[in-house]
């Protein structure tokens, strides 16, 4: 189904933890393949990561979540709009930029104060008719109101669609690449990074 319709974005509850959950394991799944073992894919646990999310939103975590939304004036023409209202398509979630003791020198003196987008997925079926769109206005949008100045977040280097996702977001590589493991595969990330101003 390739109707995109409005997408109302809001805060996550504890009671979204399993949809992020799943949201989160599909997405490496269908976009990551080439990109991180193939084992390591398919050890991607559900049930574990739901737990994992209902503690850290318990917790207070801040992650955005987009949803159909649930205008009513398609419903006789759309029996699937009606079913689907509600749904979760992807999420966002944001907080302090994380100082890690092996980043690099220059990482850690320039990202203290700094906002960071953690994680950002949206559900295979619901990439690209701008989900993840409306999930960055409303980073944006909670950043500027905590009063951050600067964003940055970690990229896998091959992932060519999101790094120009975030292009378009109006962040920049800042050539500060790290090497990093998962499951002992190596990998390499990018540090991406805007300084924020408001939407006109
Ligand atoms: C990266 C990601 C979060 C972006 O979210 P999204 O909902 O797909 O993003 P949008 O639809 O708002 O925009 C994506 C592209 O679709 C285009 N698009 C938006 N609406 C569209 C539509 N109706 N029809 C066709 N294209 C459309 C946008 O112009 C944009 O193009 P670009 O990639 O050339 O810049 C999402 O694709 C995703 O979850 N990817 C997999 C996981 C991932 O890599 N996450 C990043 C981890 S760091």
Same mark, same amino acid.
């Given at each position: 189904?390739?109707?995109?319709?409005? !997408?109302?974005?809001?805060?996550?509850?504890?009671?979204?933890?399993?949809?992020?959950?799943?949201?989160?394991?599909?997405? &490496?799944?269908?976009?990551? /393949?080439?990109?991180?073992?193939?084992?390591?894919?398919?050890?991607?646990?559900?049930?574990?990561?739901?737990?994992?999310?209902?503690?850290?939103?318990?917790?207070?975590?801040? !992650?955005?979540?987009?949803?159909?939304?649930?205008?009513?004036?398609?419903?006789? =023409?759309?029996?699937?709009?009606?079913? %689907?209202?509600?749904?979760?398509?992807? &999420?966002?979630?944001?907080?302090?930029? /994380?100082?890690?003791?092996?980043?690099?020198?220059?990482?850690?003196?320039?990202?203290?104060? &700094?906002?960071?987008?953690?994680?950002?997925?949206?559900?295979?079926?619901?990439?690209?008719?701008?989900?993840?769109?409306?999930? &960055?206005?409303?980073?944006?949008?909670?950043?500027?109101?905590?009063?951050?100045?600067?964003?940055?977040?970690?990229?896998?280097?091959?992932?060519?669609?999101?790094? %120009?996702?975030?292009?378009?977001?109006?962040?920049?590589?800042?050539?500060?690449?790290?090497?990093? =493991?998962?499951?002992?595969?190596?990998?390499?990330?990018?540090?991406?990074?805007?300084?924020?101003?408001?939407?006109?």
């Amino acid at each position: 189904m390739s109707r995109a319709g409005a !997408v109302v974005v809001r805060r996550a509850t504890p009671a979204d933890a399993e949809a992020i959950a799943t949201i989160h394991v599909d997405a &490496w799944r269908h976009n990551y /393949r080439g990109l991180i073992a193939e084992a390591t894919l398919a050890g991607l646990d559900v049930a574990a990561r739901a737990a994992a999310w209902r503690s850290q939103l318990d917790a207070g975590a801040v !992650v955005f979540v987009g949803t159909h939304s649930n205008i009513r004036t398609d419903i006789r =023409t759309d029996t699937q709009a009606d079913t %689907r209202a509600g749904e979760l398509l992807g &999420w966002v979630s944001v907080g302090p930029f /994380r100082q890690s003791e092996s980043a690099r020198p220059e990482v850690r003196s320039l990202t203290p104060g &700094w906002a960071e987008l953690y994680g950002f997925y949206v559900a295979p079926r619901s990439q690209r008719q701008g989900v993840g769109h409306a999930l &960055w206005q409303a980073a944006l949008e909670w950043c500027l109101d905590q009063g951050y100045r600067d964003l940055g977040l970690w990229v896998l280097a091959g992932n060519v669609p999101a790094i %120009r996702f975030y292009q378009r977001c109006g962040l920049r590589d800042l050539r500060l690449d790290q090497d990093f =493991t998962i499951d002992a595969q190596p990998l390499v990330e990018k540090l991406m990074a805007r300084t924020l101003t408001r939407p006109a």
